[in-house]
């Protein structure tokens, strides 16, 4: 029988994810609670409501058929995040799909099916296919499965990760990955657990084996104003970095933006907002410039 992982969303001809044109794979839970999270809806392991407040008609039809009679608060409509037991009724009646159910689980050959279906788009841009989270690795058994059968169908395949899993769950995937996007938060310990709910001891750990043992790895670093933009958190992942193998090709340095926003509140969660705006190029070139120096990396941001 195909193994099964819960899915929140596939999301069609990236371009930012790995080469060429590419289809996204999101997985639901993840170990991290990383205060500038882009993908709020996945942190969790259970599934979930999502309610688009801005989408929703007032028609009812949620009242009508919620077992748990969560969706009503006095004269006005309101979804009622305690006490759902998100069996998905209102989600497939709502009419206006101001409510959806997040974190199905999709067996690996449904996904597979899913994932063909783009081949033509991945042959013409030397696409394929990046697995995403929330925090894929969590799922080791079903991504390898799932990334075997797409290099049989010579689909490439690339894995974004925070790493913070056993390593026993990166081993299970070396096998079936082409690329690895490996992302670094936060150089210090205690101030990674402060913004993250983790410290990054076993994250750097983890990456240092896998710069031993693959061949094609980016580091991912989200530059969040005044969290880890200073220039000791610059030396900071420097020394980090000079540690890794030779598997790390390039840095990547992220910036900030606000776009989840909507997000939070599509999932019920606070929304905690580090800057108005994203950093100026001139900004980002700087430490770019400096971390490439002191890291003696290949470093680049977008």
């Known amino acids: 029988m195909s193994v099964i992982a819960p899915v929140t969303n596939i999301s069609r001809c990236s371009l930012h994810d790995g080469p060429g044109i590419r289809t996204v794979v999101y997985f639901k839970g993840c170990s991290l609670k990383c205060e500038w999270c882009h993908n709020p809806e996945t942190q969790a392991f259970k599934k979930q409501i999502l309610y688009a407040e ?3 008609i007032h028609c009812g039809k949620c009242i009508e058929i919620c077992p748990e009679h969560h969706v009503i608060e006095g004269n006005d409509m309101h979804f009622l995040r305690e006490g759902c037991s998100a069996c998905g009724r209102c989600a497939d ?28 788009y991945y042959a ?47 081993e299970a995937v070396l096998p ?12 210090d310990p205690e101030k990674h657990r402060r913004f993250t709910g983790k410290d990054n001891v076993q994250i750097i750990e983890n990456i240092r084996k896998l710069s031993e043992r693959a061949e ?5 670093i989200p530059v969040i104003p005044g969290v880890n933009d200073s220039a000791e958190d610059i030396d900071g992942f420097a020394d980090i970095i000079k540690t890794f193998g030779k598997g790390i090709t390039g840095v990547e340095l992220l910036k900030y933006n606000n776009l989840a926003e909507a997000k ?6 606070e ?32």
């Open 54 to 56: 801005s989408k929703c």
């Open 93 to 120: 009646a709502c009419p206006s799909l101001a409510l959806s159910l997040c974190g199905e689980g999709k067996t690996a050959d449904e996904l597979v099916d899913e994932l063909k279906k783009d081949q033509h």
């Open 124 to 170: 013409l841009s030397g696409g394929g296919v990046t697995f995403s989270g929330g925090e894929c690795l969590m799922y080791p058994e079903f991504v390898a499965e799932v990334a075997k059968k797409c290099r049989e169908n010579a689909i490439h395949t690339a894995i974004e990760s925070a790493f913070h899993v056993p390593w026993e769950n990166v």
């Open 176 to 187: 079936v990955i082409d690329l690895f996007f490996a992302d670094l938060k936060i150089p």
């Open 216 to 220: 094609n790895i980016i580091l991912r």
């Open 264 to 269: 939070y509140a599509i999932a019920g969660m």
């Open 271 to 302: 929304y905690t907002k580090f800057a108005d705006n994203a950093q100026a190029d001139e900004e980002m070139e700087k430490l770019r410039a400096a971390l490439a120096e002191k890291s003696g990396r290949n470093c680049f941001f977008v």
